[in-house]
């Protein structure tokens, strides 16, 4: 079975950063990789997402500028590396494989694309 960890959440006041880590306990390559975060009452909804193995990587308009994921696929890990963060950016955040072996992940943006999941980091960014 597939499982991924996640680290790096905590508290930081607006404009400050984090950096999210996620390691996985098998090879993820040609599988889309997602971190999603879901705030009190809203939608889950992505906020970055890359085809393991590969360097294209995809954002949410509010992600764009501000964060970048990334891999190191020796270690089985993937980031989510969070700069000049908001309140609004408060939320659990979570780490996820695709279900499918893919080619590109441009239209994996929906949760249910995705069939791993870590436990969750909370993120909490105050004003």
């Known amino acids: 079975q597939v499982q991924l960890v996640e680290s790096g959440g905590g508290s930081v006041p607006a404009g400050g950063s984090l950096n999210l880590s996620c390691t996985v306990s098998?090879?993820?390559?040609?599988?889309?990789m997602g971190w999603f975060r879901q705030a009190p009452g809203k939608e889950r909804e992505r906020v970055a997402n890359i085809l393991g193995g590969h360097g294209t990587e995809y954002y949410s308009d509010s992600a764009k500028g501000r964060f970048t994921i990334s891999q190191d696929n020796s270690q089985r890990t993937v980031y989510l590396q969070m700069n000049n963060l908001k309140p609004e950016d408060t939320a659990i955040y979570y780490c996820?494989?695709?279900?499918?072996?893919?080619?590109?992940?441009?239209?994996?943006?929906?949760?249910?694309?995705?069939?791993?999941w870590g436990q969750g980091t909370q993120v909490t960014v105050s004003s």
């Open positions: 996820a494989r695709g279900k499918f072996y893919r080619t590109g992940c441009s239209n994996d943006l929906h949760p249910d694309s995705y069939g791993y």
């Open positions: 098998e090879t993820y390559r040609y599988y889309c």
